[in-house]
């Protein structure tokens, strides 16, 4: 099976940035799209931003269009989350997920690997 394991989160004030990583290891990280998920206290999951196999399509929430950038670097089995002009309302727990397909998801039943998640704290 695929392990997955985030690191990069923490506390930063609004208009800050931070890079969110998720390193891969177990079967071919090149095969599977990717995926970021995001969960605040009482809310449900919420979908934040998808990638294909190849790199070659990206998908991402109305609500970080233009602050966020998904990323993979296939080399090094890692995918990454640059977090740019964050807002308190990005507060959340982020989980990386990875689907036994090629193609980019953006439901979070599509995913079959869940990481453990990081911390993500916006402060005002």
């Known amino acids: 099976q695929v392990q997955l394991v985030e690191s990069g989160g923490g506390l930063v004030q609004a208009g800050g940035s931070l890079r969110l990583s998720c390193a891969a290891s177990g079967r071919t990280f090149s095969s599977y799209a990717m995926g970021w998920f995001r969960q605040a206290p009482g809310k449900e999951r919420e979908f934040v931003a998808t990638i294909s196999w190849s790199g070659g399509i990206r998908y991402y929430a109305d609500s970080v269009k233009g602050r966020f950038t998904i990323s993979r670097d296939n080399v090094k089995n890692t995918v990454y989350l640059q977090m740019n002009s964050l807002k308190p309302e990005d507060t959340a727990v982020y989980r990386c997920?990875?689907?036994?397909?090629?193609?980019?998801?953006?439901?979070?039943?599509?995913?079959?690997?869940w990481g453990q998640g990081t911390q993500v704290t916006v402060s005002s």
């Open positions: 997920a990875a689907r036994m397909n090629t193609y980019a998801s953006r439901n979070s039943f599509d995913y079959n690997y």
